[in-house]
């Protein structure tokens, strides 16, 4: 139950601070997206079986909150999710280089599943333009928060799971 606990209220505090300060952090026209690297750094430290439920939630949160359709981001926390699963098995010895990976990938595909729905719904745009100055620069971004936000939640995670002494 304490996990679930600091999971939401972390999930609450990334919340406001992405809508509150690092929505307006920006370079050209990228923000940061803590939220998605919250979910990210979880993932990785995360040892529920049912924790998918609680990715739901949040994307499902996410979706209510944010302009982007309502299913993009429970599409992406999952995919998230998954790709950790199997990350956590090949990866193991090196969750940080882990992170890089999950948010590279996510930060692409969230960003080129907006352009697609601004696509659909015939929004004028230039897609070399929307590649430098949104997408490129939120990978910055995001790969620059990266750090910060899987130290924190491995501390987050390390006292949450305690292992006893290790030799």
């Known amino acids: 139950m304490l996990i679930y606990l600091a999971y939401g209220m972390s999930f609450v505090l990334a919340m406001m601070l992405q809508y509150g300060v690092f929505s307006r952090w920006m370079i ?13 750094a979880l993932c990785l ?21 944010s302009a982007l359709p309502f299913f993009i981001p429970m599409v992406v926390y999952m995919a998230v999710y998954l790709a950790s699963f199997g990350l956590k098995q090949r990866v193991w010895q090196t969750p940080l280089l882990a992170m890089f990976l999950l948010t ?42 990266a750090i910060p936000v899987h130290a924190i939640m491995r501390e987050l995670s390390v006292w949450l799971y305690p292992q006893g002494a290790q030799i």
């Open 28 to 40: 050209l026209s990228g923000s940061p997206d803590l939220v998605l690297l919250l979910i990210i």
């Open 104 to 145: 590279f990938g996510a930060t692409i595909l969230v960003n080129f599943l907006s352009i697609a729905v601004l696509f659909i719904q015939r929004i004028p745009f230039n897609f070399s333009i929307a590649l430098v100055n949104v997408v490129l620069p939120s990978v910055f971004l995001n790969m620059f928060l």
């Open 45 to 65: 430290h995360q040892k529920h079986r049912r924790f998918w439920i609680l990715i739901l939630i949040m994307g499902g949160v996410v979706g209510f909150v």
